[in-house]
């Protein structure tokens, strides 16, 4: 590996082009805060569309051959210094274009209308009155619509001149709130369509895919899969894939998918660190083999992961042990495969990113920060030298966990809780040993069986225990015990940003607590974690 990881890294940023993601809408993100909403309300139309930057180049759009282009909100306004741009010939390819928010303000801008700050800044909702010449049919975008709807704004600047051609079809008290030029198929508004605060929202943007875009409902999971697959098996050639299997829904997904495509040139790779879930290196493996038929190489490496780990209090100094740790090991078992007579040269590495975790890919900061993969393996790419395939990076979870379900993977795949790459390290605070891994993982079982028992375990994000170096007296029989502590962490969230402990029953809780003291040797007390994110995280390191 030494002498590869010295080559460039030839990362295929985008993984290369899906067929799947041919022919949709491409959204332009400016920043905005709803950017990602704006793509799923879109796709939620059965219509395939995908973020770029605002910054991307001209021929990076038309690659994709987009039939719509949405330019999205954002925090700036078009007379700062650095306000986003992008290449105002967009505005001229013929494709339909819809500017939302700050969109409509850069499109205002570039063609000679005039935008200024707002006396009156309009954050919430408002009473939209639609004016088009003709009433609410002559225009495509608010045909159907009744002539005032309740929508929601978020701005501080409007526009104050329209640019020449255009003309406004809606308003609010006090500004332009949508405005359009048919001819050009530029439509504009100042309001959010994709917030579902805003009433006739969704047919808005119908009449902009359906009636302007002339969009086919066509985008599935179903076709996804598809088209995916002849995608990646073109790309992928008679080249091998490597991929880091971890058992949980996205890479599990990414892995199904590509084997799907291309068959055993997948060797899936899946690392015990031993900071694993009880019995869950096992189990998994199991059941990627035996059930979805996957090549996988399991490897034991958990002494290795617990030497690096002796001494280490430090939470940061431990994620970062573990993520070099992981990458040693891949990388060697990857030397391996490259070395072993069975492989072919090793081209692409799979990962099962998610759109949530291209954070970076929305960087509206110049062409030099595009798109920025954020490695759920802790930076395995910087290190070698292949192209990504990451099949699901325009999705958010559960678009994958529809995605797997067409795919046929097993419901307990599919429902599976979040688990951190560090795994039981972060719950357990202070020094990981092995005596301790163990006292953690049996309490951690006791909370899921307990919570799948009450059948709460499909209706919450996550449901674990955290082991404390905080010893209390306790009294067993007729002994004096003093033993350590187990904190319960029962969270409901929709995308882990911000979450909410859950009003557990207090039956739930009374067995969880009797149970652990009972049956998990050493520790004496149970205390249950009451604290919402922000200001807490859902992980205790
Ligand atoms: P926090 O603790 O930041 O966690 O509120 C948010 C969500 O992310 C998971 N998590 C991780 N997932 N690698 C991962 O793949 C990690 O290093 C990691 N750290 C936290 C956590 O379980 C929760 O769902």
């Known amino acids: 590996m030494a002498e590869a990881a010295a080559k460039p890294v030839a ?30 309300r879109i796709r939620e139309q059965q219509v395939f569309s995908s973020i770029l930057p605002c910054t991307v180049s001209l021929e990076e759009i038309q690659k994709l051959e987009p039939i719509g282009i949405v330019l999205s909100g954002g925090p700036s306004s078009v007379y700062d210094a650095d306000a986003p741009k992008c290449d105002p010939k967009v505005l001229a390819l013929g494709i339909p274009v819809l500017g939302i928010c700050y969109g409509m303000q850069w499109i205002t801008h570039v063609l000679g ?10 954050y919430g909702r408002a009473h939209l009155k639609v004016d088009c010449a003709g009433g609410p049919e002559s225009s495509e975008l608010f045909t159907g619509a009744p002539a005032t709807l309740r929508i929601w704004n978020s701005h501080g600047d409007h526009v104050r001149s329209l640019p020449g051609g255009f003309r406004a079809t809606a308003h609010t008290e006090n ?8 001819q050009r198929k530029i439509y504009a508004t100042q309001f959010h369509v994709e917030v579902k605060h805003t009433e006739r929202g969704t047919e808005l943007l119908q009449n ?6 002339k969009a086919e409902p066509t985008w599935s999971g179903a076709a996804f899969i598809e088209e995916t697959t002849a ?18 829904v996205d890479s599990t997904v990414a892995a199904v998918l590509v084997h799907k495509a291309i068959g055993n040139h997948l060797t899936n790779i899946f690392v015990n660190t031993g900071l694993l879930r009880k019995n869950e290196f096992e189990n998994t ?4 083999r035996d059930r ?10 958990s002494d290795r992961f617990l030497a690096q780990l002796k001494g280490i209090t430090d939470p ?3 994620r970062r042990r573990i993520g070099r740790e992981f990458i040693a090991v891949f990388a060697e078992e990857a030397q391996k495969l490259q070395a072993g007579e069975a492989h072919g040269e090793i081209g692409y590495l799979v990962q099962g990113t998610l759109y949530p975790d291209v954070i970076e890919s929305v960087s509206v900061k110049g062409p030099s920060a595009t798109i920025k993969t954020h490695h759920n393996v802790g930076g395995l790419p910087e290190k070698m030298p292949f192209a990504l395939i990451e099949p699901l990076r325009d999705l958010f979870k559960d678009e994958v966990r529809r995605i797997g379900k067409d795919l046929g993977l097993p419901a307990e795949v599919l429902v599976k809780h979040p688990f951190p790459g560090p795994g039981l390290a972060v719950r357990l605070l202070g020094e990981v040993t092995c005596t301790q891994l163990v006292t953690l993982q049996e309490a951690d079982a006791i909370v899921v069986e307990e919570i799948r028992r009450a059948g709460l375990y499909e209706k919450i994000w996550q449901a674990f225990a955290i082991l404390l170096p905080v010893r209390s007296v306790g009294v067993m029989g007729d002994f004096r015990t003093y033993g350590l502590t187990v904190v319960v962490r029962v969270v409901e969230s929709d995308d882990a940003m911000t979450a909410d402990w859950v009003k557990l029953p207090g039956d739930v809780l009374e067995r969880i607590s009797t149970r652990i003291v009972n049956e998990v040797p050493g520790v004496t007390r149970v205390v249950y974690d009451v604290s919402s994110k922000p200001p807490s995280t859902i992980e205790w390191e």
Request: aromatic share 6%.
């Open 11 to 40: 990362v295929d940023e985008r993984g290369g082009k899906m067929k799947a993601e041919l022919g949709g809408v491409v959204v332009l993100d400016f920043g905005g805060q709803y950017t990602q909403l704006i793509a799923r």
């Open 175 to 182: 500004a332009v709130a949508a405005l359009e030029d048919p």
């Open 231 to 248: 995608a990646i098996r073109e790309k992928v050639g008679n080249k091998w894939a490597i991929c880091a299997l971890s058992g949980g």
């Open 113 to 122: 209308g005039t935008v200024e700050k707002a006396e009156r800044r309009e």
């Open 208 to 213: 902009f895919l359906f009636r302007v875009c």
């Open 285 to 288: 493996l199991e059941m990627l």
């Open 316 to 318: 940061e100094e431990k």
């Open 292 to 301: 979805l038929k996957l090549h996988v190489i399991g490897v034991d490496a």
